[in-house]
């Protein structure tokens, strides 16, 4: 497999001619009665080619179709063709394509579950201005792992590896496929790197419509040592691409896993064991997300890892990178989890979570969302400041991310901290049950309600167990303008039996702030502290 140049972006457009109602045509013009030759315009129309057969290949399969398609040409499928089993190896997709399925529920596309059946994905598209579009089918039990050939990117696209040109999905279900990193084995420099359960876009444009990513899984590589070792990202969806727009309409993203692997050292590096974007992780280019929601999602940092940030679990949902753009309107994040990993040591932040909907690290849009019930969740049993803490229980706009939210409401959030961890400061804390800030955000005319702060539990430190931020939670030197707002009937709890100078500490029920501040317009009410400040801390 060799990554290819992105060619600009095409634009397609599509116009049909409609008779407007009252309208007269003039009438026909009178024929001569000699008869004359006409000279017909040249067309050629490329005939669909069908698919007849189900078995993974030979005359009328779906694989021998490919191979013999011309590019640019339509493939289809016979009625009866319900279940096509792969047993063999991938399908490679290098020209332009149209690929017609009978629907998601009549058609399924799947690598064989039988014992001994190597491990591949379903669809490897690449090379340079390959344009294709897959329609009407479900895409299932992908497996990209370590036992691939390195070249072809081993942990990568469990269902889909996009790398070049245009891909478009509609009408598509990606199920069960996972991306399983290897210890002994880098992608992106990264040993034990997994990424893109449902689909991993290295390169080109990408737009899914329509469509549902489900229960598909990164898996980081357990027991490795590096830089970022057995990193789980992108549980539905990775994105590498720079320069480019992934966008995702009127699609839902469920039950997918971003798990870190455990056991990993980082040795000089960082991070290991991290689970990064459990729907999505935007890790470059522009992210555009419209009505579409995320639903029980999972972050889990990955258990016993040794370095700085070791057992990281950051965005439930959405993980957006330092210098990727997000637009996120109209969309729902419900039940997501960001839960950090235990049992981990590092210098700080071992076994932390930051954002159970969304973890935004470069510049966010979000409108009209409604961020509900998402948690996260700090690591047990970390050691190192800041360990097991869990920040941003719906969103956490990281420094020196950018984020403008407006429109939209944060209800029922949690942000927890773990229990049973020590280091020098504030082990086990819960900052922001809404929203943590520690960049620059402005908020307009948004709803934070039933959000809850709550520290954990026989934690050992200066801070350990604190609970602050029940509804916000804005973090020194970041600004936060909030104008025309509601912050009501959210808490901040901290924890306890916890040890250490102020200790189990709750304030700031409604907003906890050390930054710039500014509250235009807006209401901070009803909001409850178990120490002091129920609305405002300080």
Known sequence: MRLTSLLPDRTWSSQRSHNHLGFRRPPPQRRSSVPRPEVLEDRTVLSPLIVTSSADSGPGSLRDTIAAAPSGATIEFAKGIHTITLTSGELDITKSLDIVGLGENQLTIKRSSAKGTPSFRIFDIFGAGVDVTITGMKIANGLADGTLDPALNPGL????????????????????????????????????????????????PLEVTDSILTNNRAQGGAGGTGNLAGAGQGGGLINFADDVTVTVTDSRLTGNRAQGGSGNSSGSGLSPGRALGAGIDNSAGVLTI????????????????????????????????????????????????????????????????????????????????????????????????????????????????????????????????????????????????????????????????????????????????????????????????????????????????????????GAGGGVYNLGGFDPDASVIKKNHASTSNPDIFP
């Open 157 to 204: 696209g469990g269902g889909i590896y996009h790398a070049g040109g245009t891909l478009r999905l509609s009408d598509v279900v990606l199920a069960g496929n996972q991306a399983r990193g290897n210890p002994s084995v880098s992608s992106f420099g990264m040993p034990g790197f997994g990424a893109g359960g449902g689909i991993a876009n290295v390169s080109g």
């Open 290 to 505: 419209i009505h579409s929601a995320f639903d029980h999602n999972q972050a889990v940092g990955g258990n016993d890892g040794s370095g700085p940030i070791g057992g990281l679990a950051a965005g439930g949902g959405i993980r957006n990178a330092t210098g990727a753009v997000a637009q996120i309107t109209g969309s729902t994040f419900d039940y997501n989890r960001a839960l950090g990993g235990s049992n981990g040591s590092g210098a700080f932040f071992a076994g932390s979570s930051l954002g159970g909907g969304v973890n935004n690290q470069g510049m966010a849009t979000i409108a009209e969302s409604t961020f509900d019930h998402n948690r996260a969740i700090g690591g047990s049993f970390d050691t190192g400041s800041n360990a097991g803490g869990g920040s941003g229980g719906g969103l956490f706009n990281d420094a020196p991310a950018t984020l403008a939210l407006s429109g939209s409401r944060f209800i029922h959030n949690r942000a927890i901290g773990g229990s049973r961890n020590s280091g020098g400061v504030s082990p086990g804390t819960g900052l922001g049950g809404g929203v943590e800030n520690r960049g620059m955000a402005t908020i307009a005319e948004s709803t934070f309600g039933h959000n809850l702060a709550n520290g954990g539990s026989f934690d050992t430190g200066s801070n350990a167990g604190g609970g602050s931020g029940g509804g916000l939670f804005n973090d020194a030197p970041a600004r936060l303008a909030l104008s025309g707002c509601l912050v009501t009937e959210n808490q901040a709890i901290g924890g306890s039996f916890n040890t250490g100078s102020n200790a189990g500490v």
